[in-house]
């Protein structure tokens, strides 16, 4: 009985060879490094550049083989055609550029041979909310119909079942044990899925991300206290004339009623015992995180603080950090961690958890009720959970999953 020839393994054939064997024997790793290798020896070969695209879409990495395809229609355009259109616009759908993904569908011809591929593209930017099938009609909102916000937006019935979820139940309520929660974080850990189930609590509205905007307060008032310590700044002849003057404390009470104000659309609808938010931007500035965080706790009343982490590897493979540097990141990160241990080695107002403790509902999360002094629910933590949060891009199919467990959950 004659072996089979290993995939990639023939001394005679070149390496582009050697890697589209491997890439169709799903050798994925092996045939992008060949691919790799071979463009560095012969820049602009087309056939080189489908490959690295076809590589980098099958390893996930679908906005680097975005920017291959594109490379590919902008200056090779005669084998952009056909299959590679196709496997472009397949790319541009995983990412939720739905706009981008319908014009390069209607410049293949239906007479194609994989057209049957092209109506199934077609049905799955359909599908999540990107038009209506036929490429006739704009999508509505481009990419975002493939976020979860866009999927709950679009639908009033899912829209008026998570508000419900998400109500206060007068006769449930008890007394919290803090004023105030800030979750602090990083991009991919589940924040946003913490955030409603947070948000399940009586008593309690936690709000989203605000960018950072509290770090400029902070900002302001430490400058205000350096400059306040100023000497022989009372006569116009000094650079800082006027600094020494200022008062640190009206600085503070400043930035005090700049956080209320922020608060207060949320306070008046809801009358909430207990508001809350969570923010990723701790990572612009890791070094300065454990003395921002001693500023918060001064800006809200009685606060927690909640610290979510996750497996620096699994958040890295992510598509949020992508296109980061992997070594910095993954030392920001760790800065990050640090800090924050930081500031919470002697406080008891400070909690832990891991993204594994969230999507597992390990008793780490039930405990965390009891730490804000809330009660544990678990039908609605579980119905809150099976509802998509914050971004999904690569999976344009989650709109039917999600209507599909809501209709199942609700018979």
């Known amino acids: 009985m004659m072996e089979r020839p290993i995939p990639g393994n023939d001394p005679k054939a070149t390496p582009v060879e050697q890697a589209r064997e491997l890439l169709k024997a799903g050798d994925v790793q092996e045939a992008h490094r060949l691919f790799l290798s071979a463009s560095l020896r012969k820049a602009g070969d087309p056939e080189i ?13 679908h906005v680097e083989a975005a920017r291959q395809w594109a490379h590919l229609e902008r200056h090779m355009p005669d084998a952009h055609a056909g299959e590679n259109a196709l496997n472009h616009a397949a790319c541009l759908i995983e990412l939720g550029e739905f706009e981008g993904a319908k014009t390069l569908l209607r410049a293949v011809r239906n007479d194609h041979i994989d057209n049957g591929r092209k109506l199934g593209l077609l049905r799955r930017i359909a599908a999540a909310g990107g038009g209506d099938g036929a490429i006739s009609q704009p999508a ?7 976020r979860a916000g866009g999927i709950m937006s679009s639908n009033p019935a899912l829209r ?5 979820l998400i109500a206060d139940r007068p006769v449930a309520r008890r007394a919290l044990a803090f004023r105030s929660v800030v979750m602090v974080t990083y991009g991919r850990t589940g924040s946003t899925l ?9 008593g309690m509205r936690f709000l989203g991300e605000n960018e950072g905007a509290f770090f400029h307060l902070f900002s302001y008032v430490r400058t205000i206290e350096r400059l306040s310590r100023r000497t022989d700044t009372d006569l116009p002849n000094s650079p800082f004339f006027g600094a020494g003057a200022l008062d640190p404390a009206t600085a503070k009470q400043a930035a005090r009623a700049a956080v209320d104000a922020y608060f207060a659309p949320a306070r008046e609808e809801h009358g909430p015992d207990c508001i809350g938010f969570k923010d990723v931007r701790y990572i612009d500035h890791p070094d300065q995180l454990a003395e921002y965080l001693g500023f918060l706790e001064e800006m809200f009343d009685s606060p927690a603080f909640v610290f979510l982490w996750r497996d620096h590897a699994e958040v890295l493979r992510s598509g949020w950090w992508k296109q980061t540097d992997r070594v910095k990141a993954a030392a920001t990160l760790e800065a990050v961690e640090r800090q924050a241990g930081e500031f919470a080695r002697a406080r008891s107002n400070c909690y832990t958890l891991t993204y594994a403790d969230l999507v597992a509902r390990t008793e780490r ?12 629910a678990p039908d609605r933590v ?20 999600f209507e599909n467990a809501w209709r199942d959950r609700r018979a």
Not at 140 to 146: E, T, V, W
Not at 160 to 164: D, L, N, Q, S
Request: glycine share 14%; aromatic share 10%.
């Open 194 to 202: 913490l955030q409603g189930v947070l948000n399940t609590i009586d």
């Open 49 to 61: 550049v489908a490959g690295l695209a076809l590589c980098l879409d099958r390893l996930g990495r």
């Open 382 to 401: 579980d119905a809150v959970m099976s509802i998509p949060h914050s971004y999904d891009p690569e999976r344009p199919e989650i709109r039917q999953m």
């Open 365 to 376: 999360l039930r405990n965390l009720f009891g730490f804000l002094g809330a009660e544990f």
């Open 140 to 146: 509505k909102g481009g990419g975002y119909a493939a």
């Open 160 to 164: 008026a079942g998570y508000a419900e």
